[in-house]
C-alpha cells in the first residue's frame, strides 16, 4: 500500500468516526483544491474541513462501505456507499440551514485523492445531488415522480 491509499483510508477513518476538523484538516495540504457535487470548488485546507464538518454535523453516524479501492501513482480511488441518518442540520453554500430530515441516506460515490508529500493536494468527489436530496424528503414533488 502506497501513500495515497494511506492518507486516503485515514480520511475516510476520520469522517466515519467524527474526528474534529482540525484532524481532518490536517490530511490535506494548506493550498490543496476540493471538487464536490454540492460544494463546487473549494480551495484551502481549512474551507475543505468546513466542508467535511458540516457533512459530518449532518450525518454523525455516517458509515462507508467500501465497494472498491486503487491506488494509482499518487492518487487513491474509493467507490462505495456512504450511509447513515440525517440527524443533524443541512448546511448549503449559500449559509443556509434546514433543519435535519430524520430520514436515512445511502449514497453512492466515488472520490479521488491525488497526495504529494503525506497530504491530499487534490480532492474529487462524486454522487448524485438529486438522490442526496430525494432520500431527505427535499426535492418538490414532480421531481420525484
Given amino acids: ?33 476540493a471538487h464536490t457535487p454540492d460544494g463546487g470548488e473549494i480551495h484551502g485546507r481549512e474551507n475543505i474541513a468546513e466542508y467535511w464538518r458540516q457533512m459530518t454535523d449532518a450525518v454523525p453516524e455516517a458509515r462507508f462501505e467500501s465497494l472498491s479501492s486503487f491506488e494509482v501513482g499518487d492518487t487513491a480511488i474509493d467507490e462505495g456507499i456512504y450511509s447513515g441518518r440525517n440527524t443533524g442540520p443541512l448546511a448549503f453554500p449559500d449559509g443556509t440551514t434546514l433543519p435535519a430530515t430524520q430520514k436515512d441516506i445511502a449514497l453512492h460515490g466515488v472520490d479521488f485523492a491525488t497526495v504529494k508529500d503525506g497530504r491530499i493536494t487534490s480532492y474529487r468527489l462524486y454522487f448524485d445531488q438529486l438522490e442526496f436530496l430525494d432520500q431527505l424528503g427535499l426535492l418538490p414533488e414532480e421531481l420525484t415522480q
Avoid at 8 to 26: C, F, R, S, V, Y
Fill in 1 to 33: 500500500m502506497g501513500q495515497a491509499r494511506e492518507v486516503m483510508d485515514q480520511l475516510t477513518e476520520a469522517l466515519t468516526t467524527h474526528q474534529d476538523p482540525k484532524t481532518i484538516g490536517n490530511l490535506f495540504a494548506e493550498d490543496a483544491v
